[in-house]
């Protein structure tokens, strides 16, 4: 049975980072991509970043580029996704999911298979 459950999240000021992590188990992604999503209180879910296990290629949603960066540890079957430079339009429930099949691919939430049960960030002012 896979599983993927995230850890890190938090209450944090505004300009203060975090660290979320995603352990997997039950199989390894070692050829798929992997991705971090959050929803904010009535809105969709949206992809923050994704990561391709296999090639290190990484996506970003241009709301966090330059403040959130995406990594693995295969070792581990952990995906990480450190964020800095926290804003409050940030706060929201984040889930990591598994399995996408590309990158490109994985900008779209119906391309993954597996998701965790969603960590709460909250970010104050």
């Known amino acids: 049975q896979v599983q993927l459950v995230e850890s890190g999240g938090g209450l944090v000021q505004a300009g203060g980072s975090l660290r979320l992590s995603c352990v997997a188990s039950?199989?390894?992604?070692?050829?798929?991509?992997l991705g971090w999503f959050r929803q904010a209180p009535g809105k969709e879910r949206a992809l923050v970043a994704a990561i391709s296990w296999s090639g290190g290629s990484t996506y970003y949603a241009d709301s966090v580029k330059g403040r959130f960066t995406i990594s693995g540890d295969n070792a581990k079957n952990t995906v990480y996704l450190q964020m800095n430079s926290l804003k409050p339009e940030d706060t929201a429930v984040y889930y990591c999911?598994?399995?996408?099949?590309?990158?490109?691919?994985?900008?779209?939430?119906?391309?993954?298979?597996?998701w965790g049960q969603g960590t709460q960030v909250t970010v104050s002012s």
């Open positions: 999911a598994a399995g996408a099949r590309s990158i490109v691919a994985g900008t779209a939430q119906l391309e993954y298979n597996y």
């Open positions: 039950g199989r390894t992604f070692s050829r798929n991509t």
